[in-house]
């Protein structure tokens, strides 16, 4: 049969918007997650991470909300410029605490739009 | 500082010939990952190494790969025989073993087989 690639998950936005980008994980035993973003043509870079003793935590523009209770990760983006156009990523340690091992999400793909 | 630094940038290859991608990590990191991306399957990870120690090569998919890191700045990932359907861009990353799990990724090299 043919073959298909993977069907990401989109959002567009206008410039100036806040931006949400979900990611919902496997493992509840999971103590560490990480977001990051993946512009065209460059590797994943890191963005924020976020240990499960927290619920939130806030860099610049962007703040990461765990939901361990329903194992859901969200990523906001604050005034969404052009330039955060690219994928976003999640990412849990493999295992759950294993080090260095990570399960990667599928991604997101985020257009802005100005 | 640098970052992880990974040449050739671009290869293109015919099917058959050996390939061979190169790493360079981030000096005092102790944990090397390749990665292969496809538009098919996404970022899937092929071998890591934990103090030039390969740990977990699962995610290799056959014989025709190998991976070495014969110390801790330099690793190599070699494709012999290629085949097209090798043709991904491959990305290594590097992290400590301090207490997360978070990875720094290369430009990658994007490689073409005919």
């Known amino acids: 049969g043919e073959s298909v690639g993977l069907h990401l998950p989109t959002l567009s936005v206008q410039e100036g918007d806040n931006s949400i980008i979900n990611c919902a994980y496997s493992?509840?035993?999971?103590?560490?997650f990480i977001w990051y973003k993946q512009e065209s043509g460059k590797g994943p870079q890191f963005i924020i991470d976020?240990?499960?003793?927290?619920d939130k935590r806030q860099g610049q523009r962007v703040t990461v909300l765990l939901n361990k209770t329903v194992k859901h990760l969200s990523l906001q983006i604050a005034a969404t410029q052009p330039g955060d156009s690219a994928v976003y990523f999640c990412?849990?340690?493999?295992?759950?605490?294993?080090?260095?091992?990570?399960?990667f999400g599928q991604g997101t793909i985020l257009t802005v739009h100005p | 500082d640098a970052g992880v630094i990974q040449s050739p940038r671009h290869e293109v290859t015919e099917m058959g010939q050996e390939v061979t991608l190169r790493c360079k990590p981030i000096?005092?990191?102790?944990?090397l990952f390749w990665y292969r991306q496809t538009m098919m399957r996404g970022l899937e990870l092929l071998i890591y190494?934990?103090?030039?120690?390969?740990?977990?090569d699962s995610g290799m998919p056959e014989d025709r790969f190998s991976a070495k890191m014969p110390n801790a700045s330099f690793s190599t990932l070699k494709i012999q025989p290629s085949e097209p359907r090798d043709s991904a861009v491959y990305f290594c990353?590097?992290?400590?073993?301090?207490?997360?799990?978070?990875?720094?990724f290369g430009p990658g090299t994007r490689l073409t087989v005919l």
């Open positions: 000096s005092g990191h102790n944990s």
């Open positions: 990412a849990e340690p493999a295992g759950g605490t294993s080090y260095g091992k990570l399960t």
């Open positions: 976020i240990r499960s003793n927290m």
């Open positions: 190494f934990n103090n030039n120690v390969p740990i977990d």
């Open positions: 493992n509840s035993a999971s103590d560490y």
């Open positions: 990353a590097s992290s400590t073993l301090a207490g997360t799990d978070t990875q720094y």
